[in-house]
């Protein structure tokens, strides 16, 4: 069984089905809402566990109702909260979501996720040391994204860094990571590049591997060499949220069977999880993604 930790943030995603997203100013009438257990890091952290990883979580809650619920839920998937924190100064993070014909607009406000910091990050390291892969994402302060890279590559762990959302971060810093995974969007902001730099040009000037995520065309990888794709898998798409985090959680999971092997597995479980509606609700077990395949 593999052993992941993840560095991340923990929100309620607020979600609303709507026919079409409304234009600025607009009010339109939406068809149903409903709250869904979220944020990059407990996203990735519940699809590791559900793939059957070994999975502790470093995070910040309020002590609020929605920490509360997210707490328990966190709890019922069998991942590890010892370095989860709750403020009771501070409201847990939240996310609001629209989501119209398949794709999805969000806005994150992080609350208590601004007050992980590097200290939390160093008084995990025991943590950190057990695991055989590391994921982190953009939604935690900078410095402590900084500090996971550094703390990771220190201990000679993989750190798997997902640049989301995105911002252009110092070249050093990525050189830590043992894969970024971005999409064309993200590494463009990441590396500073225009937009309209061919992504596998980007790839091949970023200063670490890239496993570059593609929507339903898949993903593209580069570990050295070429860049290779893998094809996305066919699926009706109900809801896109929390694809990627699928797709990381998965690559952390399946890492030990060597690149091409986990990025197939991660497209798989990504596919999966468009399928259904909501974050944490779309993401499939182990069986569901062993079938599938
Ligand atoms: O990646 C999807 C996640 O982004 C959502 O669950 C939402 O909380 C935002 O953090």
Redesign the pocket.
């Known amino acids: 069984m593999a052993r992941v930790v993840v560095v991340g943030?923990i929100?309620m995603?607020l979600v609303t089905l709507a026919p079409r997203f409304a234009e600025p100013g607009e009010t339109i009438l939406g068809e149903r809402f409903l709250t869904v257990h979220?944020?990059?890091g407990a996203?990735q952290a519940v699809a590791a566990a559900r793939l059957g990883a070994d999975v502790a979580l470093i995070g910040a809650l309020g002590d609020d109702a929605f920490g509360n619920e997210l707490h328990a839920g966190l709890a019922r998937e069998g991942i590890s909260l010892e370095h989860v924190v709750r403020f009771v100064d501070c409201g847990s993070g939240t996310?609001s979501?629209t989501v119209a014909g398949g794709e999805n607009h969000?806005v994150?406000v992080p609350a208590a996720n601004a007050r992980v910091t590097p200290a939390q990050i160093e008084g995990a390291q025991a943590t950190l040391a057990s695991a055989d892969a590391i994921l982190v994402q953009m939604?935690v302060p900078l410095e402590s994204v900084e500090a996971t890279l550094r703390l990771g590559h220190k201990l000679g762990k993989p750190v798997i860094l997902n640049p989301?959302p995105a911002q252009k971060l110092p070249m050093e810093w990525l050189k830590l990571a043992r894969y970024l995974t971005p999409n064309q969007h993200e590494l463009a902001i990441l590396l500073g590049a225009s937009g309209e730099e061919d992504f596998r040009a980007l790839m091949q000037r970023a200063p670490a591997p890239v496993v570059l995520t593609r929507g339903g065309d898949g993903a593209w990888f580069r570990d050295g060499g070429e860049p290779q794709h893998q094809p996305g898998f066919k699926v009706d798409v109900v809801d896109t949220?929390?694809a990627?985090?699928t797709f990381n959680a998965a690559l952390a999971v399946f890492l030990h069977e060597g690149l091409p092997g986990a990025v197939r597995k991660a497209c798989a479980a990504a596919a999966l999880s468009v399928t259904r509606l909501g974050?944490q609700s779309g993401m499939p077990t182990r069986a569901e993604l062993d079938a599938f395949l």
Do not use: Q, R
Request: aromatic share 0%; glycine share 22%.
């Open positions: 943030s929100n995603d979220g944020g990059k996203n996310a979501i969000i994150v939604e989301a949220t929390g990627g985090d974050a």
